[in-house]
């Protein structure tokens, strides 16, 4: 059943924007051969589509719209339009490691961009996940706030394997200047004008 949206707003825009929230083990697409869940148990708006993905095992703000050349700038790393992420990994990072994430790690034979990384000193505010993440008593486990300006596949879980900090959750919470928010998994609002200038300035060419 899809979970009503929260806020709806009629526009004089010649494009729908919209940011959805979207839930873990949700497909960053409209149908699937597989019928597995997608985004359209969610978003009823015709005529958008993702810019970007979101992993099937991700979580939060993706945003979905119909003008694709913005599309094209948000997935675009010559654009560099940043990604925010809160990442939990297990075992707690120390300063070499989270180093190692700033400058850049190999990954598949590529070095990623130097990544803006903080250890968060304590767990941050988020809604409980359907499936709850693996659970080792011995084993602590961390958050870190990561943004970066690129979206190879599963980027930020193969940054933190290499450096030996595995994923265990990751929640995307801004892109760009736009903001999850107090959206809840499934609920969806439309991008405001404001929000929409901004977000066009940050994909401009630098």
Not at 50 to 62: C, H
Not at 118 to 128: C, G, Q, W
């Amino acid at each position: 059943m899809p979970l009503p949206h929260v806020i709806k707003e009629k526009t004089e825009w010649s494009h729908r924007h919209v940011v959805l929230h979207k839930p873990y083990g949700v497909l960053s697409k409209f149908t699937d051969a597989e019928d597995r869940p997608t985004l359209a148990a969610y978003v009823n708006v015709p005529h958008v589509y993702p810019a970007g993905r979101l992993d099937m095992d991700s979580e939060g703000l993706l945003l979905l719209t119909s003008d694709g050349e913005l599309a094209a700038r948000l997935t675009s790393p010559s654009y560099k339009v940043p990604k925010t992420y809160l990442v939990q990994v297990e075992r707690i990072p120390d300063e070499a490691a989270l180093g190692q994430l700033r400058q850049g790690v190999m990954v598949k034979g590529k070095r990623t961009r130097p990544a803006v990384v903080h250890l968060l000193p304590k767990e941050p505010s988020v809604h409980p996940r359907p499936v709850p993440i693996r659970f080792r008593k011995s084993v602590p486990t961390a958050w870190l706030q990561i943004e970066i300006h690129e979206g190879m596949n599963r980027q930020i879980r193969r940054m933190t394997a290499q450096i030996g900090y595995p994923t265990l959750r990751i929640i995307r919470v801004a892109l760009g200047p736009i903001r999850l928010g107090s959206l809840l998994p499934g609920q969806w609002r439309e991008l405001r004008e404001d929000e929409l200038q901004s977000l066009t300035a940050s994909s401009r060419p630098r």
